[in-house]
Structures are given as structure tokens and as C-alpha cells.
């Protein structure tokens, strides 16, 4: 009985296709209009990773919590603004940027770095930017706002960071370079630190925390992510930096293209490291004019206790 049934099942004639060939080969119309297809959307990404994503900043307000911290500043607002890059971002842009954190009222705007690009002539206006900030305003220095001679025939001046400093502390912000400042609420306080930057600067953590009581609440700043692990022994609540830009185009699944520090784990976010929290922003200009997947940003820090 098995052996029949086997048998009528093999004089079961298999399924023959109706498919046209022209629905399984591809003609030579289809072929053309898959390439233009490609062409179209290749360049729609590039026209959006040059001319959008570049300049459509996120604005995200992210809770931290902070154990130890006084009740008195629960609800504090830190805006961190990094790598504006002025004088490669447009200057106009820029002006939107710095009123849009002006409107949402922040205790006070921190910037960690690169706040022009290695050009005397954009002193000026970053200290016009920096001064439309009714908020008090701390800032640290990244690799950008030095001049280091590189023979590339750009204009070069070995005071350009000394320029910056004297400019923006014209202004009444309060420039950190390896040193601390306290903001006080009422009997409570917690701590600014300012790092000076590690590749050009005078990078000296135990200068900038020398005058921190041990176990008050901190919060570092410090332009290049490479440092979170050299400040372990100050054990910093918070550490803020930039620098990396997030890679400025990352890949699904692949993560950044490429990152210009020697820890490429902290690329971009918020991590909780042993001694502290680190969050590295993507800044908010740029290096060259592309953006994929890793829109420019200005974080909003509330610290919880």
C-alpha cells in the first residue's frame, strides 16, 4: 500500500511557470531605470548629509542624576554647547543655535571646546555669539582653539588661545583652564572644573582640582573624550566633552566611520564609567560640511539628586 502511494505521488507532474520571460529577464529599459533609481537616491542622500542633517540640531534635555548632590539644585539646567568650529559652520547658523539655547533658559551654558578653528579673525565673532547669552557662560578650550604650526600656509599666531581667553573673559564669561569654579545655591554649592585640552593645551588635573573640597559634588569639563579615564583619581560626578563629533557619518550597524581619539568606545552619549558619568556630545559644527545619521546637538542637562 505504501509502495502506491509513493508511486501515484511520482506521477503527480510538477508545476509549470505561466511567468512571461520578460518578467524574469531583466530588459534593458529596467536595467536603465534601476541605475537612474540608485543615481536618484544616492544623490538625495548627498544632497541631505551636506545640506540638511548638518544644520538641523537636536536640542535633547536629558536628566542626570548625581548622588550626593544637594536638594537646592535639583531641577538645574547646564546647556553644553561643543565644537561650534566657527569659522567653518556658517556664522548664521550658528547665531540660531546659540538663540535657541538662549530661549530655553538654562541655569548656565557650558562650552567644552573648538569654539573657532585655529583662526585669529573669528575671535571676534565667537565673543559675539558667546555674549548673546544672558546665562552665566564657563568655558574650557579645545585642540581647535590653539594655532599649532603645521606648514600648511594657513595664517598661524602662537597666541591665539591667549587672544580667545582675554576676548571672551572681556565679556564676563568665565574661562576654565585648569581651574574650578563653585556655583552656589543659598548654604549648597557644586563645582565647575575646566581642564585645559590634552594634544595643545596644559592638561593638568590635579591644577584643576586643587582648590575642589573631596566629596563635594563636580562636574568636569573636558574637550577630548581620551581624558575620561586620566581623571579617575578626582572622581569627577560628570564629565562633559565633545571632540568627536559622533563620527559625524555613522553607518547602521557599523557605528562611525571614523573617530579621531584613542578610546572610540566613547563616541558619542551618555556612559557611566567606575569613577563617574561621562556624556560626549556631537557638537554642534563641523569639520567638513556632512552629517549622516548623527544630527549636530546642544544636550540640556537636569541634575536629579
Not at 566657527?86 to 538654562?106: F, H, N
Request: charged residues 20%; aromatic residues 10%.
Amino acid at each position: 500500500m505504501k509502495e502506491n502511494i509513493i508511486s501515484e505521488r511520482r506521477l503527480i507532474p510538477a508545476p509549470t511557470t505561466t511567468e512571461p520571460a520578460s518578467a524574469r529577464t531583466l530588459t534593458r529599459r529596467q536595467l536603465f531605470q534601476r541605475i537612474a533609481a540608485c543615481g536618484v537616491v544616492t544623490l538625495g542622500g548627498g544632497f541631505y548629509a551636506n545640506r540638511i542633517e548638518p544644520f538641523w540640531p537636536r536640542f535633547p534635555e536629558i536628566p542626570i542624576h548625581l548622588k550626593g548632590m544637594a536638594r537646592s539644585f535639583d531641577g538645574y539646567r547646564i546647556a553644553q554647547v561643543t565644537d561650534m568650529h566657527t569659522g567653518r559652520a556658517p556664522y548664521p547658523y550658528l547665531e540660531k543655535v546659540i538663540d535657541t539655547v538662549a530661549s530655553l533658559k538654562p541655569d548656565i551654558a557650558v562650552f567644552t571646546g573648538d569654539l573657532l578653528h585655529h583662526s585669529t579673525e573669528m575671535i571676534e565673532p565667537v565673543a559675539r555669539l558667546l555674549k548673546r547669552l544672558s546665562c552665566p557662560v564657563m568655558v574650557s578650550f579645545g585642540n581647535h582653539d590653539f594655532a599649532p604650526f603645521r606648514g600648511d600656509g594657513e595664517p598661524y599666531d602662537e597666541h591665539l588661545d591667549e587672544k580667545l581667553q582675554i576676548a571672551l573673559t572681556g565679556i564676563g564669561c568665565h574661562v576654565l583652564r585648569n581651574r574650578s569654579l563653585p556655583i552656589t545655591r543659598g548654604n549648597d554649592r557644586i563645582w565647575i572644573v575646566g581642564l585645559d585640552d590634552l594634544w595643545f593645551g596644559d592638561f593638568n588635573p590635579p591644577l584643576a582640582f586643587a582648590n575642589v573640597p573631596i566629596g563635594e559634588t563636580t562636574i568636569a569639563l573636558s574637550h577630548n573624550p581620551d581624558t575620561a579615564e586620566m581623571l579617575a583619581d578626582h572622581r569627577p560626578d560628570l564629565i562633559l566633552c565633545g571632540h568627536t563629533h559622533g563620527g559625524q557619518i555613522r553607518l547602521p550597524y557599523f557605528g562611525a566611520m571614523r573617530l579621531n581619539v584613542a578610546q572610540p568606545q566613547y563616541d558619542m552619549g551618555h556612559f557611566n564609567l567606575p569613577h563617574s558619568q561621562l556624556f560626549v556630545s556631537t557638537g554642534v559644527g563641523y569639520i567638513l560640511p556632512i552629517r549622516f545619521n548623527c544630527r549636530p546637538e546642544v544636550p540640556v542637562f537636569v541634575l536629579k539628586a
